[in-house]
């Protein structure tokens, strides 16, 4: 059992809640027995290292069966060490290291997707990961982060995703005039969520929301440039019926892509 929290090889693990250290080893951070259920469930070979507290291990014995199943090594630690490790104040009991496994968006366009999430300068990591998991739920075929949006493999932006960063391709780094280009060619129309555009509803009423559509979702206080929303074939507006001032980003792109997802299945 690992029982030194100021060992090598605990520091090592913990460096990873670092951008510097993910950007230079192409390692990330998976914390909860969430994440590692999904991980060893989906993609098993990613997994380099996984550590669990005896009890965590007792408790999730699916979970144990799983790393058996796929060949992967549990190795215990202590409470303290998992701590140390970890970038949560409270982990529950699981902590692994996988490498990153972004997807190129030649391959994401090349796929003919039906509905796509592209994320412009989104800068808050809990935004980022509920964005992707709505777009899991929604059946979305990918997701695409620009350069300008917060690091896929951010702890935060992991453990938001609740597992579904396992679930779809996701693209990183990409320029958004890149998008437009690979989406148009790829028989997409490109939208913006904008509180400008036009209202959702019309736009379901008109049948543009069930055509082949790549959601563009900008920055959570400024929402999308001048620039950015001249790329886009129509902007978009939620309407909002109530007295509140605005809506959450993640909010509003969940119903965005549902409308999407609702009416290209109908």
């Not at 994320?119 to 998991?133: Q, S």
């Not at 396992?166 to 989406?183: M, Q, S, T």
């Not at 008109?206 to 929303?229: C, D, I, V």
């Amino acid at each position: 059992m690992l029982d030194n929290p100021r060992s090598p090889r605990v520091r090592s693990v913990a460096k990873l809640a670092k951008r510097s250290a993910r950007a230079e080893t192409g390692l990330f951070l998976l914390e909860g027995p969430q994440a590692v259920a999904e991980a060893l469930t989906f993609r098993p070979d990613l997994l380099i290292e996984l550590y669990a507290t005896p009890t965590a291990l007792d408790r999730y014995t699916d979970i144990a069966q799983a790393a058996v199943d796929a060949g992967v090594d549990v190795e215990f630690v202590s409470e303290h060490v998992l701590e140390t490790m970890a970038d949560t104040v409270t982990p529950q009991g699981f902590v692994a290291v996988a490498h990153q496994f972004p997807t190129s968006v030649k391959d994401i366009f090349n796929g003919s997707p039906k509905l796509v999430a592209v994320l412009e300068e989104v800068r808050d990591p809990g935004n980022a990961g509920t964005i992707i998991r709505a777009a899991d739920a929604a059946g979305a075929d990918a997701v695409v982060l620009t350069g300008r949006t917060v690091d896929l493999y951010n702890p935060k932006v992991v453990r938001a995703t609740t597992g579904s960063l396992f679930h779809l391709p996701v693209a990183v780094g990409v320029e958004a005039e890149d998008v437009r280009a690979r989406a148009h060619a790829a028989g997409m129309q490109l939208l913006a969520a904008d509180i400008k555009g036009k209202d959702l509803l019309e736009a379901r009423n008109e049948g543009l929301l069930a055509q082949p559509t790549a959601w563009l979702f900008g920055n959570e206080a400024r929402g999308l440039t001048e620039e950015k929303l001249a790329l886009a074939d129509r902007s978009i507006a939620v309407p909002i019926y109530g007295q509140a001032e605005s809506m959450n980003l993640a909010t509003a792109a969940s119903v965005c892509l549902y409308e999407s997802a609702f009416a290209q299945r109908a």
